[in-house]
């Protein structure tokens, strides 16, 4: 099992940039895929990114592609979402997620292991 936690959540203007960043607490972390997802107010929980074990490939949802950026460091176990002129629309909880496969990244079901989330609200 692994535990997650995010950080680096706030609030941030529109067209403003955030890093988010997940820890987890295992040292076999670089056995893991790792994807963050968001849930708006009222909104189904969504992907917005995936990174594979070794962090050589990446996955965006067509709404964040050329604004987001994901990215990991195995030795430190941590995974990074570098977003960019945000907008407000995208005000959400933002959650780290692992899994064991690395197919249908986008499925939420697919993943085993969550972190609590991150508020990121993004005013107009």
């Known amino acids: 099992q692994v535990q997650l936690v995010e950080s680096g959540g706030g609030l941030v203007q529109s067209g403003g940039s955030l890093r988010l960043s997940c820890a987890a607490s295992r040292s076999t972390f670089d056995t893991y895929s790792m994807a963050w997802f968001r849930q708006g107010p009222g909104k189904e929980r969504e992907s917005v990114a995936a990174?594979?074990?070794?962090?050589?490939?990446?996955y965006y949802s067509d709404s964040v592609k050329g604004r987001f950026t994901i990215s990991r460091d195995n030795a430190k176990n941590t995974v990074f979402l570098q977003m960019n002129s945000l907008k407000p629309e995208e005000t959400a909880v933002y959650y780290c997620a692992a899994r064991s496969g690395a197919t249908n990244w986008g499925i939420r079901t697919n993943y085993a292991y969550w972190g609590q989330g991150t508020q990121v609200t993004v005013s107009s």
């Open positions: 990174v594979s074990r070794g962090g050589s490939a990446t």
